[in-house]
């Protein structure tokens, strides 16, 4: 990893301590900028910066589980098709406050590492087929067999199938 005076955050914490290699990207953080100024401030393709999108799933009891999703920056989730895929009855973002209660980061900044608790974290499967660049905290790139190997040592699911867009 480069020699960058980076934070201490949970997210850097957690990676150094499982011994996942990264490489870390300093850039002006833009009010709602969100994936397009990533990819924009980095120089790389939207589709290749990655979301982490904090869900929460009910099932037949009713109350929200919380859950993870990693998407594409140039797309969108279907909550049905999500919801379908889980075995859920249904899949809806969660709230700014509710974000903030499970990751213990704020909306617009959530890494799916170092969060509060540990959350069932799903990967759109194709992310798994680039170098991935993830604009959440801290903004990490981790080329293609990296990012495998650090959805194995974290036990994230991949989706079965490429999510359709918006419902």
């Not at 290699?21 to 953080?29: Q, S």
């Not at 982490?52 to 859950?67: A, C, H, I, N």
């Not at 990012?147 to 918006?166: D, H």
């Amino acid at each position: 990893m480069p020699t960058l005076n980076l934070p201490s955050t949970a997210a850097v914490r957690v990676l150094k301590a499982a011994g996942v290699e990264f490489v870390a990207h300093v850039y002006d953080y833009v009010e709602r900028g969100g994936t397009r100024h990533s990819a924009e401030a980095l120089g790389v393709d939207e589709h290749r910066v990655v979301k982490t999108l904090v869900m929460e799933s009910r099932g037949r009891e009713g109350k929200p589980q919380p859950l993870l999703v990693l998407m594409h920056g140039d797309r969108e989730v279907s909550t049905r098709e999500l919801a379908r895929q889980i075995g859920a009855r249904e899949v809806a973002p969660a709230t700014a406050a509710a974000v903030e209660k499970h990751t213990g980061y704020v909306p617009g900044g959530v890494s799916p590492f170092g969060t509060r608790r540990s959350l069932p974290t799903y990967v759109e499967a194709s992310i798994l087929s680039l170098p991935i660049t993830s604009p959440g905290v801290p903004r990490v790139s981790m080329p293609k067999p990296l990012a495998t190997r650090a959805c194995r040592r974290f036990n994230w699911k991949s989706f079965m199938k490429q999510l359709p867009g918006p419902d």
